[in-house]
């Protein structure tokens, strides 16, 4: 009778940790990339003087995994330089971000396809119902294409631009009123109800191990 009650909680315990687990270890979180009404943003880089971005609202509370974005026609006047992608907290405002990230690329064939997942050296906490931004900042002389949509189409953010020196000041200009495509990839967290229930069934497994004990 003992081993059987034992057996038992050993399979309730399995139900706790398949329902405290994370849905996925990667999770696609916010995805804009197949737009009703597709159209090419173009950006123009250093070229004009300033840079781009796209704010996001998360869904998901745990690790930025990565990011995907889809520049093409990307130019160099001069020098082959990085572009650099830099991941913005944007919950005190689009006029005050605060860089939580960075990473260098040096495209190849003049892109950065949508399905290259961009990844970053720093470890970045996202929280849902935050705003963030992507910031995309070329080098001097370089130019590049965005796809978005031009009359906008993700509820969650915009598409927006800035000046030179970022991220050290005069951040935006303003929204853009357009967005660009992307995806995030969110690793979650357990939500605190289950991580409560696995340590529930955990004491109830040690207590009937005692009792066969």
């Known amino acids: 009778m003992l ?17 405290a687990a994370p849905a996925a270890a990667d999770s696609i979180d ?5 737009p009703s009404d597709v159209a090419q943003v173009i950006s123009c880089g250093s070229i004009c003087g300033i840079g781009f971005g796209q704010s996001f609202t998360a869904g998901l509370t745990g690790t930025l995994s990565g990011i995907n974005i889809n520049l093409f026609n990307i130019f160099y006047g001069g020098p082959v330089v990085p572009i650099e992608i830099v ?17 260098t690329i040096v495209p190849q064939s003049g892109q950065i396809p949508i399905a290259l997942l961009i990844t970053f050296p720093q470890s970045i906490a996202i ?47 303003g929204n853009g009123g357009f967005d660009f495509n992307f995806q995030t990839h969110v690793n979650p967290v357990p939500e605190p109800g289950t991580l409560t229930l696995l340590a529930t069934g955990l004491a109830g497994l040690i207590g009937v191990r005692r009792k066969v004990l």
């Open 30 to 34: 916010q995805s804009f990339t197949n």
């Open 87 to 103: 991941m913005l907290d944007l919950s005190g405002g689009i006029n005050s971000p605060v860089v939580l990230g960075s990473t």
């Open 127 to 173: 929280l849902a119902g935050n705003v963030y931004g992507i910031g995309v900042v070329a080098g001097a002389d370089t130019s590049f294409d965005w796809s978005g949509d031009a009359d906008g189409g993700y509820a969650g953010g915009f598409g927006f631009f800035f000046e030179p020196g970022f991220p050290a000041g005069n951040f935006p200009l």
């Open 3 to 19: 081993t059987h009650t034992r057996s038992g909680a050993i399979a309730v315990l399995a139900c706790v940790l398949a329902f």
